[in-house]
Structure formats: structure tokens, C-alpha cells
């Protein structure tokens, strides 16, 4: 997978290890690899499959180093996090994430993680419209990340 990205800053082991505690989460190994090397951007191949509609991938979400970069801080996964909150948190006095977004997707809708069911998430798509305070509509698109990255055409 190769991504194109203008963020020149990427996340160490250590950043990644802090980012999966405040979360309280453990992230797939191929999603944390890319957000080591590419640290978010936009996929050559971005397009997938979600029911009968094909959606398409405007860009990964990346881990913004703080204080800088301004400009990704739309793109920052911790921001999208807070500017969606209550509508993509099932249950409010859980502690961490159970949704994580990793995708913006065209049309203002997100991709993300799901862990809701099991440590290791799926891959669904968060709606924005239809979604409500703690009312998150997902729907599944991909068992496994690795399972979602070979579905991208």
C-alpha cells in the first residue's frame, strides 16, 4: 500500500504505545505499520465495496504531532475523536474507544475500527447523518483491517 502525504511527521513505537493506552485499545499491526511509515495520506488504490454502494476513501487519518502542522489537524484522529464524540460512543461511561476512526471518506462519513465485539476490530463505516448521541450506525465492511486493505481497488 502506498500513500501520498504531505505530514512529514511520523510516530514512533513509544507514541503509538501512548496513543493505544489512551485509547485502551490495540491497534491491528498493519494499521499501526501504517501509521508508522505513512502516518495517514491518500491511498493510490481508495475505493471499496460497502453493501451495494462503492465508497471511496478521501484520505487516512494520521497522529498529529502536537504543535504542529497545522494544517492535518483536521486529519488528526485524536480531533475527528472530539468533533464527533458522543455521536460515535456507544456507551458513555465506558473508559477509551470502542469506534476509532482511520478514513475520512467522501461525503463526510468516516471508516473506522470497530471494537465493540471482539479485541481484534472490524472494519465498518461510521454514518454521520443517521448517527445520534450515543447512537453510533456503523455498518461492517471488513472482518479484519488486513481483510479491508485487500478490498481497495
Known amino acids: 500500500m502506498k500513500l501520498s502525504n504531505g505530514y512529514t511527521y511520523r510516530p514512533d513505537s513509544e507514541r503509538m504505545a501512548d496513543v493505544e493506552r489512551k485509547w485502551r485499545v490495540k491497534l491491528p ?20 465495496q460497502c453493501g451495494r454502494q462503492t465508497r471511496m476513501i478521501e484520505r487516512f487519518l494520521c497522529i498529529k504531532e502536537k504543535g504542529t502542522d497545522e494544517d ?9 475523536l472530539t468533533q464527533v464524540d458522543e455521536r460515535i460512543i456507544a456507551d458513555p ?16 462519513d468516516l ?13 465498518c463505516v461510521w454514518f454521520h447523518e ?9 455498518e461492517k465492511v471488513a472482518d479484519t483491517f488486513s481483510e479491508f486493505m485487500s478490498m481497495l481497488f
Open 29 to 48: 499491526d498493519e494499521f499501526r505499520s501504517l501509521l508508522m511509515e505513512y502516518n495517514g495520506g491518500i491511498p493510490e488504490k481508495r475505493e471499496f
Open 111 to 123: 471508516l473506522c475500527l470497530d471494537y465493540r465485539a471482539s479485541a481484534i476490530p472490524s472494519v
Open 72 to 80: 492535518y489537524a483536521a486529519y488528526d484522529i485524536n480531533v475527528v
Open 93 to 108: 461511561d465506558r473508559l477509551g474507544y470502542e469506534i476509532i476512526p482511520i478514513a475520512a471518506l467522501f461525503a463526510g
Open 130 to 138: 443517521e448517527s445520534g448521541e450515543w447512537e453510533p450506525v456503523t
